[in-house]
């Protein structure tokens, strides 16, 4: 299936555009589930579209496809990767084991800039929760989780622990049937700010980790452990 086939009658027409612009229409797109997995994403029928070049195209699709988005495969061209639940799982899991054991080192020598940083996050994140706006919100999300983590002095760790994220929040979407509290899941990262100022490693860590395996209805089952 083509990109536009479904979706370019509804669009406004598009002004020139770089790679940020193209990239971050796509990953809308693909975040949202209005372009499904197996979607076909060619370079001449985009750069048409954003009125650009095939080589600013080609920078976005590999943009998305650092993020998991999609995949790329030779002769076989760029496609929207698939969402699934047992992938979501072990992200899951991986991205527990990097904060959680991240989280500790943080605690050691935490910046005098972590607090009012995630402080910020945290309003920025309501802010995008009360306009309903909740791709913001999982953008501010990732920013607040990586902030933190960008203190454990761990960089070649931050790219996995991103597109963990993404993967996380583009199948919590997916699986979304009804509405969502967008309030109470902003408000949920109160809790480790909190726990981050106490200062305690093992609250903290508990508090993080409670965080990532209740986000999900699956978390439960995948985190046997963890206290309701």
């Not at 799982?89 to 989280?103: K, W, Y």
């Amino acid at each position: 299936m083509a990109y536009f086939s479904a979706t370019s009658s509804s669009r406004a027409p598009a002004r020139p555009a770089k790679s940020a612009t193209a990239f971050n229409a796509l990953k809308r797109d693909i975040m949202l589930g209005n372009l499904p997995a197996g979607t076909a994403l060619t370079e001449l029928e985009l750069a048409a579209y954003f009125s650009c070049s095939q080589g600013t195209v080609r920078e976005a699709l590999l943009q998305l496809q650092e993020e998991g988005l999609v995949r790329r495969q030779g002769h076989r061209g760029t496609q929207v990767s698939e969402c699934t639940e047992a992938e979501a799982i072990e992200m899951f899991r991986v991205r527990q084991q990097i904060e959680c054991n991240g989280i500790v080192r943080v605690l050691q020598a935490p910046s005098r800039t972590l607090m009012p940083d995630l402080k910020v996050l945290l309003a920025e994140m309501l802010d995008a929760a009360a306009a309903g706006d909740e791709l913001g919100l999982a953008s501010c999300d990732r920013d607040f989780h990586r902030r933190i983590f960008q203190d454990a002095q761990l960089p070649a760790l931050d790219p996995i622990l991103h597109r963990c994220l993404v993967h996380n929040h583009r199948f919590k979407i997916s699986r979304s049937t009804t509405p969502r509290d967008l309030v109470a899941t902003a408000q949920r990262h109160g809790f480790i700010i909190e726990a981050i100022e106490s200062g305690d490693v093992a609250g903290t860590s508990a508090a993080l980790r409670h965080h990532i395996a209740t986000i999900v209805d699956l978390g439960p089952d995948v985190f046997s452990d963890t206290t309701q």
